[in-house]
């Protein structure tokens, strides 16, 4: 982590909103793509997002190592999700007639049933081919296309050079088109 960010660290540990901003600016993309990675619904990934950082806001004077902020607002991240999958699956049990209504609504919207499945589908095949790629692969490539960063973004967040953020994007959309005409 660069020096930048632990200073920001120790000033929001004290405290100071604008740093704790900051290192919100410096961080929610990788939030997002990690989140997203793991759901594959885009608005659910943005809810889980706000929802960790609130977390971490409230509990940051409570981190030990500051140089570890990343992997520790990435635990809570897993939390937040893994409470999020457990409150789901209890709404599940009693919201069976809601999914009828939701395809009909749809459908009024002019989405017929069949391209909706096809593209859910669609969808649910990329994200599972991308989440078999190496951690290096998949993690640029979220951060690019799901979470739509900038190359000098990624090469922040990730402290790549710009030449090795294109190499990495580079071989791991080799990859995933690989494995998507493969059908893995």
Do not use: C
Request: charged share 35%.
């Amino acid at each position: 982590m660069a020096d930048g960010e632990v200073t920001l660290v120790e000033a929001a540990r004290r405290g100071e909103r604008a740093a704790f901003e900051q290192l919100v600016r410096n961080t929610a993309r990788l939030l997002f793509a990690h989140l997203y990675l793991k759901t594959g619904d885009t608005h659910r990934a943005e809810d889980l997002v706000q929802e960790t950082l609130l977390i971490a806001w409230k509990r940051i004077h409570t981190i030990d190592d500051v140089s570890k902020f990343r992997p520790w607002l990435m635990t809570i991240a897993n939390s937040v999700l893994v409470d999020s999958a457990r409150h789901e699956s209890r709404k599940k049990r009693s919201a069976t007639r809601e999914d009828e209504s939701a395809l009909d609504r749809e459908a009024d919207r002019g989405h017929p049933p069949a391209a909706m499945t096809e593209q859910n589908e669609e969808r649910d095949r990329v994200m599972k081919v991308l989440r078999s790629l190496p951690e290096e692969y998949r993690t640029v490539l979220s951060l690019r296309y799901l979470a739509g960063a900038d190359y000098e973004q990624i090469g922040k967040q990730l402290a790549l050079s710009n030449g090795s953020l294109r190499g990495l994007l580079q071989r791991g959309m080799k990859m995933l088109r690989e494995k998507m005409q493969h059908g893995d």
